[in-house]
């Protein structure tokens, strides 16, 4: 029988997540720079696009690679109940306040409804990483090569009886990216290869900061950057 043995955390994926969440918000106010005129944000296949697919990576690698730490070779039921509750909360946070603030265009799966639900679904895979890396792989080569990989035919099934939006300001697709999700619990299985951290000098006190209090700051960071980007066009226009 497989004993309790002590967790290690995996510098180099709390760097990860770190580093995520410090491009996530240099990503969050580019766009509110935008909505004031400064530049042009765009998301179809520009440098914005791929500086998203950038950020979501690292994230959710760190998530799957997190996910296989923590809970393996057991899994702490009571650890992942309440970091699941908290996701919820969060997540229905994010839905409530934009639906009040854009009602066109409310996040109904944004990335924390995403983390919930790749979280659940990778439980059956933590003991099985090598078959999530075989999984999270072909997620990605059948969402790239076919054009029926999918979910989108469930969208528009049940699009009216959710009243849900025709548009949204922020989409997490749980294909491809719960494929990320699987390739991290192969990656936190191989203990990122033995590559213990990434040099980065003056800047791992901060990263390591934001990797802490990720979830937190996920929350509250948009506010007081749109402010700032208000106070610019105040200034500036």
Known sequence: MMQNQPKTRLQLIDQFRGIAVLLMAVFHFCYDLSVFDFITFKLNGGFFSW??????????IAIGAGLYSAHTPVIQWRKFAIRLGKIAAGALFITLSTYF?????WV????????????????????LPVIAAIIGVSIFVLFNLTDWFNLHFLYLKYRTVLHLPRGTVDLTRLIPWLGMVYIGIYVGYKKCWGIKALPLSVFNPMINWLSRHAFVFYLVHQPPLFALAWLLNKVFH
């Open 51 to 60: 500086y998203r697919f950038v950020i979501v990576t690292l994230f959710f």
């Open 101 to 105: 603030m854009y009602p066109k265009t």
């Open 108 to 127: 109904w799966f944004g990335v924390l409804h995403f983390i919930f639900v790749a979280s659940v679904l990778s439980l059956p895979l933590l003991r």
